[in-house]
């Protein structure tokens, strides 16, 4: 089994930055496709940011276009989140998610992902 552990959530001011982490350990081998997720009191899961298994490709949801970066680095089996120029919007519970998938395709389907961190607060303070 493979498990994934966020961590770097913290309150931070609008218009501050901040850098989530997930690691991830157990039977690892291969190389992963990394998706960030997050939720919202009240909404549903979304799609933020993923990475293809070949680090090639990277796709956002238009919402964090320009302020988020999403990185992979499958030997150390880590991917990060940089939030840059965060909005009170952007508070939510975050998610790692990771697929063993190689190749240049990014997963921004939930569906796609077979393994799950535990979530990190976020909160933005205006």
């Known amino acids: 089994q493979v498990q994934l552990v966020e961590s770097g959530g913290r309150l931070v001011q609008a218009g501050g930055s901040l850098r989530l982490s997930c690691a991830a350990s157990?039977?690892?081998?291969?190389?992963?496709?990394w998706g960030w997720f997050r939720q919202a009191p009240g909404k549903d899961r979304e799609f933020v940011a993923g990475?293809?298994?070949?680090?090639?490709?990277?796709d956002y949801a238009d919402s964090v276009k320009g302020r988020f970066t999403i990185s992979g680095d499958n030997a150390k089996k880590t991917s990060y989140l940089q939030m840059n120029t965060v909005k009170p919007e952007d508070t939510a519970v975050y998610y790692c998610?990771?697929?063993?998938?190689?190749?240049?395709?990014?997963?921004?389907?939930?569906?796609?992902?077979?393994?799950w961190g535990q979530g990190t607060q976020v909160t933005v303070s205006s």
């Open positions: 998610a990771a697929a063993y998938k190689w190749g240049s395709a990014v997963l921004n389907s939930a569906s796609d992902y077979d393994y």
């Open positions: 157990g039977r690892t081998f291969g190389s992963f496709a």
């Open positions: 990475i293809s298994g070949n680090g090639g490709t990277t």
